[in-house]
């Protein structure tokens, strides 16, 4: 059942079992798991159907470190149904196994559990992306170690897949079986304003929502899930709580904290030892489509840092997809020539312009040019907070201090210079990096990108993270939190595929509670 907020009486207090806030990815997920049982939910969507802009401009806010995204810019995140994937692009990546460890070098890494034992929600996790058969090994896509040139089958460098879904709308593809539950209802324009806690601080106690322009109802639950994004889910927990306080969940300060994207920038051009070699296997033909079972699927093949390079040598992850231009490899030598001239440097550090005139000899020079995305280390300072603007119900908007560390860059950087001594033992080519080694500066293009990663990080400690191993609130016994803003770390995985298994192993948990 849907239901316009706008058609609840003011000082309305709606009674569930319940509450789910936020209708993407995560949240939807959630409510799905309870269509056919007994318990009572209610799923708050603080905007319509349809984009409206004066329900986006309520994420509004201010960057205050490094250059980023407009808090409220729709490239972002979307305040309507179905939230941010309204507009995703449908990648869905496994995780490594090392992503999910205590890694020596990286501060604040682990999860408190292991990769394997999420196996379970990642398959049931495929048909809720419409994703099809379980696989992200090459070999499930019918890509054979032969098809993989040396360099990219390890020891360092290794061939992964992403699948591609469709993508799903979770919003237009998962709406009309909300609107059948019988206990289930979704109120569209309610916007969580906060939340109160009881008086021993025990447990949530009610959700104060507000529906624009300065309309106000409540609603009273058992259990409450945060769904509303990485930015959004701090935002909630700083301003709620008693006037005064530090919001709730924050007693050791952490709640915000640990904002982590992915670093997306142009990596550099591999040339080709060879001029006639051509690059036949499937890496980084996005979309790329194959029979698997009888059904098509689509992919898209990657090379990314094994986990024993990444463990011995204390690396952060590494993504490279190549960009070949359509049709193949093409004669690019005289854009090869201006890059080394312009902003390329060798992988060992020479400038390599002495060369230019055997580039020129050359009849032709295959070469490919490389995307590269990097995994931002954990880092506190990095964070979220509350500004002195308010929105039109006087909450405080945002800041985003998006921030990186020296290890960010050196680990980058190391990561290339590997990619580049691989490239040249293997005789395949000479890999020209975008990376300035010498000094802590990225690309000029580089950009964080809208994966928001962890503003209530888990951990079970609570003086290390905001949420327990089951997501659950620490110290708060009927609060949980739902989507990327409890990874510990962020790997290079879409993450997108574990914000809905999580929501799946989240949703057993809470079944296990009500009874």
Known sequence: MFIDALSVPAGTVIETEVCIIGSGAAGITLAREFINSDVRVVLLEGGNTEFEETSQKLYGGVNIGRRYFDPKDVGLRLRY??????????????????????????????????????????????AVLQLGPYGYAPSDWGIGESDIPEPFRGPHFVCQVLQVSPPTRFGPDYGPELRQAERLAVYLNAN??????????????????????DRRFSVRARIYVLATGGIENARLLLVSGKEGSKGIGNEHDLVGRFFMVHLEYPGGVIVNADPSMDFQFNTGEEGASRDRFGVPRKFVSYICLSDDTRRKLKLPNLRILFERPPGGSTDQRGDVVRDIQSVMRSIDGDQMFARKAQFEQLPLVRSISVHCSSEQMPNPDSRIG????????????????????????????AGHRLFGAEIGRAGFGRFWSSLPYSD??????????????????????????????????????NLYVAGSSVFPTEGTANPTLTIVALALRLADHIKGQLK
């Open 192 to 213: 969580a304003l906060g939340f109160d806690r009881s008086e021993n601080n025990g447990s949530v106690r009610g959700l104060a929502v507000g529906v624009l322009p």
């Open 440 to 477: 802590l500066s990225w690309p000029r293009r580089m950009f964080g990108n809208q994966h928001n990663i962890g503003t209530t990080r888990m951990h079970r400690e609570p003086r290390s993270g905001v949420v327990d191993e089951n997501c659950r609130v620490h110290g708060v016994a």
């Open 81 to 126: 149904f179905g939230g941010t994937t309204n507009h995703w692009g449908g990648w869905c990546a496994l995780p490594d196994p090392v992503d999910f460890e205590a890694r020596e070098g990286v501060p604040y890494s682990g999860w408190p559990f292991s990769l394997a034992s999420m196996e379970p929600w990642y398959r049931r996790a495929q």
């Open 386 to 413: 509350l500004g002195s603007e308010t929105d039109a119900f006087g909450l405080p908007t945002v800041t985003i201090n998006w921030q990186l560390t020296a290890q960010d860059k050196r680990g980058a950087a």
